[in-house]
């Protein structure tokens, strides 16, 4: 089993609608969890951070997480073109400080 | 505008050469990190200096050789490589300690081992 999975997509939503991205992790003693967005040809960027269940909304952006079901996940709504990217769940286990990244979702957003 | 700068942005080298790759940022960030991204891959871990210490090398080849000369900058020293270590590699920083998923990435230098 993977430690970090996600459905490798691609994605598609049409512009203006809800698009959500999942996650799953292996090691439930795992603390922190991390969303990065990485447009082709670029580096990775930190859009969310969550470390408590329940929901954080950062604008457009919503991180969920679910510790007892192992589960993290993205939402962004009024989904633009310019969200087109691939989309990293990076989780930090419990007594680690070793990041570990899924193999992410590409997510592409239609006019 | 990324606050994490590599050099150079793109690299071409034969296996016999010996080049370098460098990052630097002033963020006052303690922990500074080098990954390898291949096509279509996530970012795997290469090393982690915490304190300008290495703190985790994630079993790298001995061709690949980390330097640390202050908290602002890194090297990475590249020498006999072969054509599979062709790929994106990525420095990051993070405050604080590298207990941290909160990374912030420099634009890359892609390498390509001819």
């Known amino acids: 089993q993977k430690e970090v999975e996600q459905n490798s997509g691609p994605l598609s939503v049409p512009e203006g609608a809800i698009a959500s991205l999942n996650c799953t992790y292996s090691d439930r003693g795992s603390q922190s969890f991390f969303w990065y967005r990485q447009y082709s040809g670029k580096s990775p960027e930190l859009i969310m951070s969550?470390?408590?269940?329940g929901d954080k909304e950062d604008g457009r952006f919503t991180a969920q997480l679910n510790k007892a079901s192992q589960y993290v996940s993205l939402l962004i709504r009024d989904s633009q073109p310019s969200d087109s990217a691939t989309y990293l769940c990076?989780?930090?286990?419990?007594?680690?400080?070793?990041?570990?990244f899924g193999t992410g979702t590409q997510l592409k957003v239609e006019l | 505008d990324t606050e994490v700068t590599q050099t150079p942005k793109h690299l071409v080298m034969g296996m016999t050469n010996k080049k370098s790759l460098k990052c630097e940022q002033h963020?006052?960030?303690?922990?500074m990190y080098w990954y390898k991204q291949k096509a279509k891959k996530p970012p795997e871990l290469m090393f982690v200096?915490?304190?300008?210490?290495?703190?985790i090398n994630e079993s790298v080849p001995s061709r690949f050789s980390p330097e640390c000369p202050n908290s602002s900058l890194l090297n990475l020293h590249l020498h006999a490589l072969q054509p599979e270590d062709s790929a994106l590699y990525l420095c990051?920083?993070?405050?604080?300690?590298?207990?941290?998923?909160?990374?912030?990435f420099g634009e890359g230098s892609r390498l390509t081992v001819l």
């Open positions: 990076a989780v930090r286990p419990g007594g680690g400080n070793k990041l570990t």
């Open positions: 200096y915490s304190y300008e210490k290495l703190s």
């Open positions: 990051a920083s993070s405050p604080g300690t590298a207990n941290t998923g909160e990374l912030f």
């Open positions: 963020m006052g960030h303690r922990a």
């Open positions: 969550i470390y408590s269940n």
